[in-house]
Structure formats: structure tokens, C-alpha cells
């Protein structure tokens, strides 16, 4: 079954190989060109000599303050070498070096500007010339200058170190002399600040003569609370009190109350009286319960035992009763303490805001003057500092290493160039080739057409070296194509399941492709092994038998007519006066093939091309076995399943194809080894096929 084809680029080294050696050529171009440009671009391109300053950030920490308008340096941290590092190709440092007589004066320092150009322009090319990096994990900084001129690239370079260095002591100078003016105008700012301070806190003082405010205000408030912890039990007690006396009254309203219904009452049950005589009595009835036991109602024991307890009763309800009435009374007492707290409270806490009117404005006042004292102080503190180490900068950068006048030039690097070349020729024609192949509609692999087409490989045939033309008689042909027809014919030989046919029709799907080559050489191949064998031209419109086999003089149609080749005869089809649908049509063709069937072993026709025209379809049908020749890596896959499909409609019994000038591969290198044997007459294998025809026909 035919499979649409869907084009893939395989991976394995066996498509990359053939891609190379199909593009071998371009990709030569290509690194050839590639490598010639760059040849001459190190050839031409202007020289360039490289001098290099090293200068080295000393570890030492800014004693400057940061404080608002004035900045602090850590020059351990990795953004302040940074900022040294971007610092030494500022337009200040560059145009320090720009006012330099020595190379003001010389016409080869920038001659890419033009005399009478502004500074920004001069220090935009200097700038284009210099390169600063500090190394990764140091504190040195490399100035490297690039020049034409090696002298004028060891002066720049030596003068940017110097240069860099005095424009960083003076800007550290005018830092630190902007820093002690700053501090020295904000210390006396905060003097008088300071003085209004304190003024305003002695004057409060005067007011509030002879009061120790700040104890004064904690006693106010340890009374407050004090108070307010008092005026809190009081209220809970109370209302323990009011919850006793709300029962007492409720039990008031109904009749005669009994000692039980007292005792329910929390305040009655908890009087310590209470609950001596409930314990009493309870000892007593356990008692009377034992006594009970062991004599009878009349013993005077019991008897005895019986009139305490009732004596233990009657002193309970008493206690209950008084206990109640005294219940009364502590209540209206809790009432009366709660109420006193309350005002007691109330009128602490009016002295209390008045002591906190007082003592926060102290309060406040004192903190200014503690605050105004502190910055003052520091102020002062860090102005001194500051004149101190205005001369930081002098030490903070030195020079670790000079300039040397360079010898050789660091621009072009030829090797570098030239080899990076050839490799961007090298990539480039990569990727020309395997774009060209991608852009190739045809199967790539034998296995692709087997696996789209549906149809198994009768056989692949190498592409012949040179011009690929068809040697003259009785000189040897390449190797590998005789051996590849040899695989063809024992193919042709084992199709179907009774192997033997006879009748072998060649086509493909466009012109060019090499079914007729493929013809021939199948029908030579048939022919060495001794059998005799017909070569039919069926290609009416283009037959190219007689060309090749009797110099243009083609043999009568429907005359047989002997070649060279031992047991191969050759019969044209064409000058019947018939077109080919009419050939077709009376059966001619198919009497042909039927008795050359007969008088011959092997049959072998070769037919126009499907796509072209239909002459093929209509003489197909008749033969024993079909087989499509495709041109390997050209034919549009496309194309080729078209006409397979357009045979199969047809009725013609295809048996497979032909895989057609294979280029690349290790079939071909094995065959390139085994043609050495041509060399020995036991192992030559030579060709009977005359000149004219090429593989491709």
C-alpha cells in the first residue's frame, strides 16, 4: 500500500554522509571563499599594538561620615572598584590626557579627527582606544590602550594612570573640603538650636518652681492604681453581697422560711459558724445511725445521743438566722466602701491629668534638648574626623605596573581570523547543503521510497564516476554498477511466487530518471549469464536503442536485430505507423511480447516515462513485472507516487524499483574496493554497451 510522503531529515551518519559527499563541493566553495576573505582581511587590516597600566586600589576604608550631602566610600566593596573602574574613562580624565603637549602635537596621535574638532569629539575617540576592566577577586584595574603607533599607546596609557590618580586626589581634596564647610555651617545651626532648647526647659523649670516633676508624676499614678485595684474589689465583693441578699429577699416573699432553704444562700452556707455546726450535725447523725444499730429507742445512750443533735439543730437555725441578718448588713457596708472608692478614684484621676499636663511638657521639652545635644555633638565629632582625612585619596590609588613599549601587534590575529573563517566557511556550507537537501521534495533513503511506496528495492545503482557515460565496447565498466545489475537480475529472477518471469517492462516517472540505462544494463546482465534475451524499444516518441547499439541506424520496426553482445537482439517498435494508443489498442504489442516470450528466456522492454505520457500505462498491463526506476535524491517523491499509483490503476503488476544513481554510502566504498580486482584478468568484468547513452536516459 502506498503511504503519503512526509519528508523527515534523519540524523544517522549515514544521510549526514551522503549530504556531505552530494554538497562536497559547495562546502568547499564555501570554506574556500570564507578562508580567502579572511586571508585578506589579516592581510590588509591595519595593525594595532596594545600598552597596559595596572593600578591598584589600596584596602582602606573612607573615613568621610555619611551624612545628608556628604558621601562615604568603603573602598572594600565591589561597587565603588566598579565605580573606579567606569571613573578612569570619564571625559574629565580623558581630556586631562587630550591637554598633553607631547601628543597634542603629534599628527598620528587621532587622525580620524579632524583638526579643530570640539573636545567631546576628541575625548570620543580617545575614548574608543581605551578599555578598562578590573580583574574578577582583585583590586587591580588594567588600562589597556589600543594604537597604530606603539609609542603613542605606551604615553596614553602611562598618562591615563597618572591622570586618573591626581583627578581622584583632587575630587577626594574638594570632597572633603565641601564636607568640613557643610559640617561646620550645620554645627552652628544645631548650637543655636541647641541653646533654644535648653532655654525653653529652664523657663519651664521657673514656672513649676520647687516641684520635683517627675517623681510627682509617679506618685500620681502608683495612687491611681492603687485606687483603682481598691475601688475593683470592692464592686466584686459588693456584688457577691447583692447576689446573697437578692435570694434572701426573693425567699422573704413566700411563707416561713425554713433553715435548709437558708442554707442555699452562698453567703449564709460560707460564715464559718454555719459550717462548724453542718459539720457538727453531720458527726452527730453519723453517730446516732451506729447507736441506732446497736440499741434500742429506749437506751439512754441513744436517748442521749438523739437530744445533742437536736440541740446541734437549733443552734444551726440560729447561726443561719444571724448569719442572715449579718448578710444585710455587710451588704449595705460593700455599698457604702464601693461608692467612697469610686469618688476617691475619680477625684485621683483628675489629679493625675493634671500632673500628666505637667510633666509631659518637661518631658518633651527635656528629650529636645537630649536630641539637639546629640546632634550637635556628632556634627561636631565628624567635622573633626573630615579635616582629618581629607588626604585619604592620596594613598587610596598608586600605579603597580608602567606601560612597556608593545613589539608586536595584538590586531589582526591572523591564524585566529583565518581559522575562524574557514570555520564560518565551514558552517556556512553546512548550512547551505543541508538547507538545499531540506528543501529537496524527493526521498532521501532507500528505505524512505520502500516505506512511502509500498514497494520493495529491486536493487540500487551507483552512480558511475566522471562523466557517467557508457563506456565503448569490451572496456571494463565501474565495478560497482555491474555488481548492483547482477543484484537486479538475481531480483527479477525470484519475484512472484513462481519464480521465472520473463516479460520485464522499465519505466519511471519523468524523463531522465535512467530507466533506460537501467534497461540495457538489466538485459546485458541477463544475457552474460547465457540467456537470450530481446531488449524491446518502446518508446515511441524518444527511442534511443538504435543509438546506442548501431550508431543511429535503428532496426526496422518490428525487425529483431542482433547486437554485440552475445545472446542480446534488439527490437524497435517504432515506425509502425501507428500511434501508440492505437498499438496498444490492436493488440500488436501484446502479440509481440507473447511470441518473443516464446523464442526468447528473458524479455526486457523499455517504455517513456509514465508522467510524460500514457503510452506506458497502455503497455504496461501486458508484462510480467514492472519496474519503476527512480533517480536517488532528485525524483520528487511526489512524482513518483503519482505514477506508481497511476500504474497500479492501470492494472500493470509492479514488482518494485530501482534505485538509480546512489551517491555516497558504504556500498559504494566496498565497491570501490573490490574494482581493484579489475585489475587481474580472472576478476575483469568488462562492458559490451557502445557509447551513447548516459545513465541518466
Known sequence: MQREHQPTFSGDLRFIANVFWKKRLLVGLCIAVFGLAGLLYALVSPRTYAAKTVVQIDEQEGKVVNIEGVKSEDLKSEETLKTFEQNITTPEVLLRVLRDPELKNDPRFLPEVKAGSSDDALQNALAQHVDAKIRRGTRLIDITVEHPVPRIAQRIAELLGQEFIRWNFEARQEAGQMAGEFLDEEAGRLKERLAKSEQALQQFKEKNAGVPLEEQQNITVEKLKELSLRATVAKAERLRLESDCAQLIQLSKGEAHTTAQLLVVPGIANTPAVIDLKRALTDKEVELNALARRYRPEHPKYIQAQSERDELKTGLAQAVLKAADVLAAS?????????????AMREQQQHTLEADKVGSGYTALARNVESDRALYESVKTRSKETEITRDIGEDAIRIVSHPLLPARPVKPRRMLVILMSLAAGLAAGCGVAFASEAANRSFRTLEDAEENLGLRSLGEVPKIPGKAKIPLPLVESDFAVEESFRTLRTSLSLIGENPGLRTFLFTSARAAEGKTFCAVKCAMSFARLGLKTLLIDADFRAPRLGGIFFNGSAPAAGDVRETHIANLSVL??????????????????????????ARYDRVVVDSAPVQDVSDTLLFARHAEAVCLVIHAGRTPAEDVLRAAKRLSKAGAPLAGFVWN?????????????????????????????????????
Do not use: C, H, M, W
Open 661 to 697: 544513481q546512489v551517491t555516497g554510502g558504504g556500498r559504494s566504498y566496498y565497491y570501490e574496493r573490490a574494482a581493484a580486482a579489475r585489475a587481474f584478468p580472472a576478476l575483469a568484468v568488462a562492458s559490451e554497451i557502445p557509447r551513447g547513452e548516459s545513465q541518466g536516459n
Open 331 to 343: 451588704y449595705q457596708s460593700a455599698l457604702l466602701t464601693e461608692q467612697k472608692l469610686d469618688a
Open 572 to 597: 524497435s517498435t517504432a515506425g509502425t505507423g501507428l500511434n501508440p494508443s492505437e498499438f496498444a489498442a490492436s493488440g500488436a504489442f501484446q502479440e509481440i511480447l507473447r511470441q518473443a516470450a
